[in-house]
């Protein structure tokens, strides 16, 4: 079998190689099934894998014959167990669906497929995407390939380190918080979210559906680019997705203007600091301009974010009751199949959030939590409004720690909250994000950078990537 370098392939190198010839659809998805086999024991990226994969073969490679392939024409790429494919268990790694196959595949793997990528399995994610670790998962933790001591991040975890640990070449994870980029910035590769509506959300399982955005992750911006814009456009089953002409009239520039809110990203860890200020240099010699500023109101996001998510986890999750589909569990009565069902089912954060969600949305309590979240989601918007006149990107950290160790996290979800600070923002006004791999810790722990953009302004992002290198 031809031997194929995987560690620095990009989709463009595979396509260029699988046109010419250079190997075949089956060599290169077997290479990727080779790291899989050697690797995923250890590192749990993987729930399971797809069972139609020698299916798609013959078709991507057929594709190649008839002279209808395109650049993700039998590409392999991991897909987080939140997103449906039909005939495929889509667990969300919860045990109340732990066998459930979906009875359809979501708008992003029917565009996908049409290309002719190949998916190779479903990836593990917290528990319904709740959390940043993968920690939550019913199915073990995901391991960080840097150091497997340490988690992946989360909730993408298992997209995220199928890709830095060489087993596919792209990945579909959701962002509703920080999903895509909190884990690529762990483990050293590049996480991507569209504006809200950038992406159809039929068939990713919804945790806050004003927020969610089903999200590319790849080693290379470029790669990202590809899957996005494959996926991106209107659906007539998601009346939140833009119109497809959205990004037409948009124009990169060649020096963008960049603001860090400078007393926020302070409250970063030394190291992270380190790492990040060296990328704010590299910025700087590449001729962009950097300005520090004060956005105070990003100080309350989290609290925002976190309030408006509850609720509508706790709205969201209604649906997995045992009557429908997934796990039932016999009771009494119905009330008490409902009870036995979602008690055996769910695990410990996905009951957090289903409790303080009812709560912050009770009588008495709604106009003090939920609707005042709502009053600050706009405000914030306004105030980003105003930052974007100004300013091209804003500019933080990732997230403020490197990949905590596996257990430090679990059972203190305020301390796991807390690593969103600089995710939750892009989701909760809709906008745009990027986290960038910036290099490494003197302890060999990678170190992400993100960028936010304004509404819309998705391709801009991609393009600041690209100029530098990523
Ligand atoms: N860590 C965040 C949360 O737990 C974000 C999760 C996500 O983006 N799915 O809500």
New binding site residues.
């Given amino acids: 079998m031809t031997s194929i370098e995987l560690k620095t392939l990009s989709i463009k190198k595979a396509h260029d190689a699988l046109k010419a010839g250079e190997y075949t659809v089956r060599e290169l998805v077997d290479a990727y099934l080779a790291e899989v086999e050697s690797s995923n024991g250890d590192i749990n990226a993987f729930l399971h894998l797809f069972t139609d994969i020698d299916e798609r073969v013959e078709l991507a490679q057929q594709m190649f014959t008839d002279g209808t392939a395109t650049e993700l024409t039998g590409i392999p790429m991991g897909l987080k167990a939140i997103i449906a494919k039909k005939g495929q268990v889509t667990n969300a790694s919860s045990k109340i669906l732990e066998n459930y196959k979906a009875t359809y595949s979501a708008t992003v793997v029917e565009r996908l497929e049409a290309v002719g990528v190949i998916f190779l399995g479903s990836t593990n994610t ?1 528990e319904f ?4 670790t993968t920690e939550n998962s019913a199915f073990g933790v995901t391991k960080n390939p840097t150091d497997t001591s340490r988690v992946a991040g ?2 993408s975890g298992g997209s995220i380190a199928a890709v830095a640990a060489n087993m596919c070449l792209a990945a579909l994870g ?6 895509i980029r ?1 884990p690529a910035s762990f483990c050293g590769v590049l996480g991507f979210k569209g504006t809200y509506g950038a992406v159809s959300r039929y068939g990713a399982y919804p ?1 806050g559906s004003s927020f969610d955005q089903v999200s590319p992750t790849a080693k290379y911006a470029a790669d990202a680019e590809l899957v996005q814009r494959v996926m991106r456009g209107a659906d007539e089953y998601d009346m939140t997705c833009l119109p497809s002409n959205t990004w037409e009239s948009k124009v990169n520039k060649d020096k963008y203007n960049i603001a860090i809110p400078s007393s926020l990203v302070d409250g970063s860890s030394d190291e992270v600091k380190e790492v990040f200020n060296k990328f704010v240099q590299e910025l700087k010699e590449a001729g962009h301009t950097i300005e520090e500023v004060e956005i105070p109101i990003l100080d309350t996001v989290l609290a925002i974010y ?1 309030v408006l ?1 509850f609720a509508e986890v706790s709205s969201n999750t209604a649906r997995y009751d045992g009557m429908r589909y997934g796990l039932k569990a016999e009771g009494s009565d119905l009330w008490d199949e409902y009870k036995k069902t979602r008690g055996k089912g769910f695990g410990d954060e996905v009951k957090r959030r289903i409790m303080l969600g009812t709560y912050v949305l009770s009588a008495g309590y709604a106009g003090k939590y939920y609707e005042k979240a709502l009053d600050l989601r706009e405000q914030l918007k306004v105030e980003l409004k105003e930052m974007f006149k100004q300013y091209d990107f804003i500019l933080t950290p990732t997230a403020p720690v490197v990949a905590p160790k596996i257990g430090v996290m679990a059972g203190d979800p305020l301390t ?2 807390l ?2 600070i600089f ?2 923002t892009a ?1 909760t006004a809709g906008i745009p994000a990027i986290s960038m791999p910036t290099g490494n810790t003197p302890g060999g722990l990678p170190v992400g950078a993100q960028l936010m953009a304004a509404w819309e302004n998705d391709d801009a992002l991609l393009d600041i990537a690209k100029k530098l290198g990523k």
Avoid: F, K, Q, R
């Fill in positions: 917290d995407a709740m959390g940043g989360g909730s959701t962002d509703t918080g920080g999903s909190e945790m976190y998510i796991e909250y690593m969103d995710t939750v989701n």
